[in-house]
């Protein structure tokens, strides 16, 4: 998102090393495994970065950590299970968890709305990375 | 008849230790005859009928074990599955009317929820007619046997669930 003109000036004035890429903001760190899929994040997200979706992948359910809520449930699952799943299932609208969250980093503008708002703490907001810290921080 | 009527009343006890001792499975013998249908019922209208229906000493099939529940909304897609995956060869969800909710919309929930479960396992290859919704008022008791023992019969037309 463009930042306004008084937000470029406010960049200006910051140390060169703070203002990263379009804006000032957070690094968000998703960690799939602890999601529940409850849309939170996607509620109070300012930018729609962040989207809760209408259908779910199966394969999210057996990737999951076995002490997470998603991973009980596909252990259960992994238990019966005949074949690998088939892939992405319709969720019906009263389900409210257990939907796959669409993230798009490109929209993110990084103020951390959904990592304070995520009921499991599965969002974690960094403070910035700047381009010229080491590489191994700023990909992960 | 007289024999099987007293099974009915021995249901209800034996749903009550069920429902403490689920989590430490059940197993059933692989490959043996004996099928297990774990029923979540609702507190106010599938219980209530069930508890009309033994003391009416309608014997219902030896293959269900009852699981009291506040109300459907209270029963999760884990619960269905952990039930399947700990023993049991299908799992039936047992509610009020629709619109008949005591708290006011569990019982949709619980559709929604059974519909998401089936979706599961057919996405895994598991037959979804293992997992079903009824509903039911508290005063119709031949409507929840009817519904046991429709679920007695799908069950038993299936092979026994395999596990890992």
């Given at each position: 998102?463009?930042?306004?003109?008084?937000?470029?000036?406010?960049?200006?004035?910051?140390?060169?090393?703070?203002?990263?890429?379009?804006?000032?903001?957070?690094?968000?760190?998703?960690?799939?495994?602890?999601?529940?899929?409850?849309?939170?994040?996607?509620?109070?997200?300012?930018?729609?970065?962040?989207?809760?979706?209408?259908?779910?992948?199966v394969?999210?359910?057996?990737?999951?950590?076995?002490?997470?809520?998603?991973?009980?449930?596909?252990?259960?699952?992994?238990?019966?299970?005949?074949h690998a799943p088939a892939g992405?299932?319709?969720?019906?609208?009263?389900?409210?968890?257990?939907?796959?969250?669409?993230?798009?980093?490109?929209?993110?503008?990084?103020?951390?709305?959904?990592?304070?708002?995520?009921?499991?703490?599965?969002?974690?907001?960094?403070?910035?990375?700047?381009?010229?810290?080491?590489?191994?921080?700023?990909?992960? | 008849?007289?024999?099987?009527?007293?099974?009915?009343?021995?249901?209800?006890?034996?749903?009550?230790?069920?429902?403490?001792?689920?989590?430490?499975?059940?197993?059933?013998?692989?490959?043996?005859?004996?099928?297990?249908?774990?029923?979540?019922?609702?507190?106010?209208?599938?219980?209530?009928?069930?508890?009309?229906?033994?003391?009416?000493?309608?014997?219902?099939?030896?293959?269900?074990?009852?699981?009291?529940?506040?109300?459907?909304?209270?029963?999760?897609?884990?619960?269905?599955?952990?039930?399947?995956?700990?023993?049991?060869?299908?799992?039936?969800?047992?509610?009020?009317?629709?619109?008949?909710?005591?708290?006011?919309?569990?019982?949709?929930?619980?559709?929604?929820?059974?519909?998401?479960?089936?979706?599961?396992?057919e996405s895994v290859?598991?037959?979804?007619?293992?997992?079903?919704?009824?509903?039911?008022?508290?005063?119709?008791?031949?409507?929840?046997?009817?519904?046991?023992?429709?679920?007695?019969?799908?069950?038993?037309?299936?092979?026994?669930?395999?596990?890992?």
């Amino acid at each position: 998102m463009p930042l306004t003109h008084r937000g470029r000036e406010i960049i200006g004035r910051l140390p060169h090393d703070v203002a990263i890429g379009r804006g000032i903001g957070c690094e968000i760190v998703r960690h799939e495994e602890l999601c529940v899929g409850c849309g939170t994040c996607a509620k109070n997200c300012p930018s729609g970065a962040s989207r809760r979706g209408d259908t779910f992948d199966v394969n999210q359910l057996l990737s999951a950590p076995a002490d997470s809520r998603r991973g009980a449930l596909g252990a259960a699952l992994q238990r019966i299970a005949r074949h690998a799943p088939a892939g992405v299932i319709a969720v019906p609208e009263r389900v409210t968890v257990f939907r796959t969250i669409f993230y798009d980093e490109e929209e993110c503008l990084g103020c951390g709305a959904c990592a304070r708002n995520c009921p499991v703490e599965a969002i974690e907001a960094r403070p910035a990375v700047v381009p010229a810290a080491p590489a191994a921080e700023a990909t992960s | 008849m007289s024999g099987a009527g007293v099974e009915a009343p021995a249901a209800k006890p034996a749903g009550a230790k069920k429902s403490a001792g689920k989590r430490g499975g059940n197993a059933v013998k692989p490959g043996g005859g004996e099928r297990t249908i774990v029923a979540f019922c609702c507190h106010e209208c599938a219980y209530a009928a069930a508890d009309a229906a033994a003391n009416a000493r309608t014997s219902l099939p030896p293959t269900v074990r009852l699981v009291l529940m506040p109300c459907t909304g209270r029963v999760s897609p884990l619960h269905l599955l952990s039930a399947l995956a700990d023993g049991a060869d299908g799992a039936m969800v047992a509610g009020c009317l629709e619109g008949q909710c005591h708290y006011r919309e569990g019982n949709f929930q619980a559709i929604d929820r059974v519909a998401f479960v089936q979706r599961l396992l057919e996405s895994v290859g598991v037959e979804p007619e293992r997992v079903r919704m009824f509903t039911m008022s508290a005063g119709d008791p031949p409507r929840f046997v009817a519904a046991v023992r429709e679920m007695d019969r799908v069950i038993g037309s299936l092979p026994p669930l395999e596990r890992a």
